[in-house]
């Protein structure tokens, strides 16, 4: 796809953003598991995918919602932290929270050195933040009705408290690196995962409404089929109660009549992380030819 292409409206086309990256990788995943075959050719921004009525380009998350305000993209995925730092003016359209690396929820926490005199949010009045996110922070101050002095932060924001700041907004996943830098946190400010938003005026053409509920429907159904499994057994007749009672489904089992009369076919879905335990509790209830499958996508 050509630079001069995209936003082309000479033929129906879905304007896609897709995020630059720590987002990268794991959204490319996910619209394959959903069914779309991407490609990022190197130092492009226009990514190639496999069907004709979308067209798409990588732009780092934190101006994404920016431009679908402006109606550059109809929609695209971006963090929910960086949605309101912007103060977009978008439609979310679904929460892509999923158990793959950085599509896992993060915290924007508001941290001091460990000792200090600062307890609580209350006590940074007249102080100074360090912060990535400043309009994400001014506004928490005002709602909390606290008078500090916000700083852009480039980055090491975790190493600032306490000379050059007293406390500092930063974002963290496992904690870890605030606890290196002997922090403590005394208030999350926002917990952000990554959103598939849109323009509101584009919402309006029922073309790309319809487009859009259906790459939903897709992406949905392939983070719902993520952290579950198929299950499929043989199971004697007599022994179909007990094996049931195990059985935590997502919906009702179906169960299948075999050849022999005496036995039944039960097949499942369960969460992946189950099946550990479950399985020998169903050899011993008298299931047998146990076979576990992966899923892509679970719709509807």
Known sequence: MSDKSFG??????????????????????????????????SRSYYPDIDDPEIECILIRPQEMARYVEQGVMDCAITGRDWVIESGADVEEMANLEAPWPNYVPVRWILAVKEGSKFEKPEDLQGGRIAAEVVGMTNRYLEEKKIEANVEFSWGATEVKPPILADAIVDVTETGSSLR?????????????????VANKA???????????????????????????????????????EAVLTLLPALNTPTISTLADQDWVDVSTVIEEKL??????????????????SPLNKIVG
């Open 8 to 41: 082309d409206r000479s033929t129906r086309k879905l304007r896609l953003g897709l995020p630059k990256g720590s987002l990268q990788e794991t959204t490319i995943k996910l619209f394959a598991l959903a069914g779309f075959t991407v490609r990022i050719a």
């Open 202 to 240: 584009s919402l309006e053409d029922e073309w790309v409404r319809a487009k859009i509920d259906r790459l939903v429907l897709l992406l949905k159904g392939a983070i719902a089929a993520a952290s579950r499994v198929s299950l499929a057994m043989n199971v004697p007749r007599s022994n179909l």
């Open 275 to 292: 099946v550990r335990e479950l399985l020998p509790r169903l050899v011993e209830a008298g299931a047998r030819g146990i076979v576990e």
């Open 180 to 196: 290196a830098n002997n922090l403590k946190v005394i208030d999350t400010i926002l917990v952000s995962t990554p959103r598939l």
